[in-house]
């Protein structure tokens, strides 16, 4: 809890930066309240605008102990927020001066006007397709294409607004300051997306065996094409990009499920869910690849002897098998439950080598299928508080829970979790439909 308020602090902070370099400065004109007030809220959109574009970009030094889930929701509110400012700027400043109306006017000053009127059109378009992506068809690789292209417009434009006003932004000494802290997003930006491909070239890996498994998904496994190796946590996920060149539209997430005890080769599995994971299946060993990672808190400390509960639906089994296999080969004895839940018994991915595992480790494996077949004998249904508190153990008060699976299933096992006392600290959320 201390970790999240001291990075939200931070945050809010860092966002109101531009807003506090402003205030320094005694502008010339005096204005009304309410104009006061809009330049204000202009100002702080600027900070949480540049702000999101730094939480986004898969920084480590940035709050990364929170979990990548936790930075995303996170990244989603903001930019519902940063909307609302964008908008109440303007509104609040034409409804003081209706006369300001004219700067959105194209006849007088058409660079001015245009870019203002582009400015709210890109933010609109930003938040829309980042909450309706699937909505829309937009295909992945171009909506993220598609989402940096429009944020470093907007950041850029904003900071261009806020220059050329010039009432909070006058003076060279203000401007140059505003101008070095919006630099900064912009470069780490530009990082994200261009330096750290252009660094990640020199690190190719190679596919080297493609496997089906059950529940429609394939796992591919990679081995590193030179003398650099991929030291990761068991629960973390990459970034990967398949083909000659690291300069792809197609870079995508996904959970290791192989063992951290080994840095050579990493393997992922992914189900068949349309755009690039129905390309997967026809990958031919050989074929190159390049990853960025890993990332990610969803990992559990492997020297508690409370053990710990994972909870998972469908495809979100990858993670914890890259736990369950890497606590196997370092020989760990914490005891583990394991809550797996799929639509019918067929479709459990992996259910083969946890039944092996159930043999090795201390480990209880629990199917809950929601749609089987009359001579099922185990749980079926959905996982909600009933299933945890008649499977589960009661909480110690120490025990760490993990949870993958689709956003239904999730939202409803940390419901009972929290149900039960688990404090919110120790409940981890990985949730694998990012956008």
């Given at each position: 809890?201390?970790?999240?308020?001291f990075?939200?602090?931070?945050?809010?902070?860092?966002?109101?930066?531009?807003?506090?370099?402003?205030?320094?400065?005694?502008?010339?004109?005096?204005?009304?309240?309410?104009?006061?007030?809009?330049?204000?809220?202009?100002?702080?959109?600027?900070?949480?605008?540049?702000?999101?574009?730094?939480?986004?970009?898969?920084?480590?030094?940035f709050?990364?102990?929170?979990?990548?889930?936790?930075i995303?929701?996170?990244?989603?509110?903001?930019?519902?927020?940063?909307?609302?400012?964008?908008?109440?700027?303007?509104?609040?400043?034409?409804?003081?001066?209706?006369?300001?109306?004219?700067?959105?006017?194209?006849?007088?000053?058409?660079?001015?006007?245009?870019?203002?009127?582009?400015?709210?059109?890109?933010?609109?378009?930003?938040?829309?397709?980042?909450?309706?992506?699937?909505?829309?068809?937009?295909?992945?690789?171009?909506?993220?294409a598609?989402?940096?292209?429009?944020?470093?417009?907007?950041?850029?434009?904003?900071?261009?607004?806020?220059?050329m006003?010039?009432?909070?932004?006058?003076?060279?000494?203000?401007?140059?300051?505003?101008?070095?802290?919006?630099?900064?997003?912009?470069?780490?930006?530009?990082?994200?997306?261009?330096?750290?491909?252009?660094?990640?070239?020199?690190?190719?890996?190679?596919?080297?065996?493609?496997?089906?498994?059950?529940?429609?998904?394939?796992?591919?496994?990679?081995?590193?094409?030179?003398?650099?190796?991929?030291?990761?946590?068991?629960?973390?996920?990459?970034?990967?990009?398949?083909?000659?060149?690291?300069?792809?539209?197609?870079?995508?997430?996904?959970?290791?499920?192989?063992?951290?005890?080994?840095?050579?080769?990493?393997?992922?599995?992914?189900?068949?869910?349309?755009?690039?994971?129905?390309t997967?299946?026809?990958?031919?060993?050989?074929?190159?690849?390049?990853?960025?990672?890993?990332?990610?808190?969803?990992?559990?400390?492997?020297d508690?002897?409370?053990?710990?509960?994972?909870?998972?639906?469908?495809?979100?089994?990858?993670?914890?098998?890259?736990?369950?296999?890497?606590?196997?080969?370092?020989?760990?004895?914490?005891?583990?439950?394991?809550?797996?839940?799929?639509?019918?018994?067929?479709?459990?991915?992996?259910?083969?080598?946890?039944?092996?595992?159930?043999?090795?480790?201390?480990?209880?494996?629990?199917?809950?299928?929601?749609?089987?077949?009359?001579?099922?004998?185990?749980?079926?249904?959905?996982?909600?508080?009933?299933l945890v508190?008649?499977?589960?153990?009661?909480?110690?008060?120490?025990?760490?829970?993990?949870?993958?699976?689709?956003?239904?299933?999730?939202?409803?096992?940390?419901?009972?979790?929290?149900?039960?006392?688990?404090?919110?600290?120790?409940?981890?959320?990985?949730?694998?439909?990012?956008?």
């Open positions: 809890m201390r970790k999240a308020l990075w939200c602090g931070s945050y809010m902070l860092l966002a109101m930066i531009p807003l506090i370099v402003a205030l320094i400065v005694r502008p010339e004109e005096s204005r009304a309240l309410g104009a006061v007030f809009g330049a204000f809220l202009g100002l702080l959109a600027l900070g949480v605008l540049a702000m999101q574009v730094v939480i986004s970009g898969r920084h480590r030094w709050a990364e102990s929170l979990g990548f889930d936790n995303l929701q996170f990244h989603r509110q903001t930019g519902i927020c940063a909307l609302l400012l964008v908008l109440a700027h303007p509104i609040l400043m034409i409804t003081t001066r209706p006369e300001w109306i004219e700067f959105l006017d194209p006849r007088d000053e058409t660079l001015r006007a245009v870019t203002l009127i582009l400015l709210l059109a890109a933010t609109l378009l930003l938040v829309a397709s980042s909450l309706w992506r699937t909505r829309f068809g937009l295909a992945y690789e171009w909506w993220r598609l989402h940096g292209m429009l944020s470093l417009f907007i950041v850029s434009a904003g900071l261009g607004h806020a220059l006003v010039q009432n909070y932004t006058a003076g060279m000494a203000t401007s140059l300051a505003l101008i070095g802290i919006i630099a900064v997003p912009l470069l780490l930006l530009l990082d994200s997306r261009l330096f750290r491909v252009w660094r990640n070239r020199k690190r190719p890996w190679r596919v080297v065996d493609n496997h089906q498994e059950r529940g429609d998904a394939a796992t591919l496994t990679l081995k590193a094409e030179g003398d650099h190796r991929l030291v990761f946590a068991p629960g973390q996920f990459f970034w990967i990009t398949l083909g000659k060149t690291p300069f792809s539209l197609q870079q995508h997430p996904f959970s290791m499920v192989s063992s951290a005890a080994d840095s050579d080769r990493v393997a992922f599995t992914a189900k068949r869910l349309g755009d690039f994971t129905d997967l299946p026809d990958v031919e060993p050989g074929a190159r690849a390049y990853i960025e990672g890993p990332y990610g808190a969803f990992v559990p400390d492997a508690d002897d409370a053990g710990a509960v994972m909870i998972a639906g469908g495809i979100g089994i990858t993670p914890i098998m890259s736990i369950l296999r890497t606590w196997r080969d370092w020989g760990k004895k914490a005891p583990l439950w394991l809550l797996y839940a799929n639509d019918t018994w067929d479709e459990a991915t992996f259910r083969d080598e946890l039944a092996e595992l159930e043999e090795i480790l201390p480990l209880e494996v629990i199917y809950v299928i929601s749609d089987p077949k009359p001579e099922w004998q185990g749980e079926s249904g959905m996982i909600d508080e009933a508190r008649r499977r589960l153990p009661a909480d110690d008060g120490r025990r760490e829970y993990f949870i993958c699976g689709p956003g239904p299933l999730m939202n409803a096992a940390e419901k009972a979790l929290l149900h039960i006392g688990v404090a919110p600290t120790r409940i981890y959320s990985d949730r694998f439909d990012i956008v």
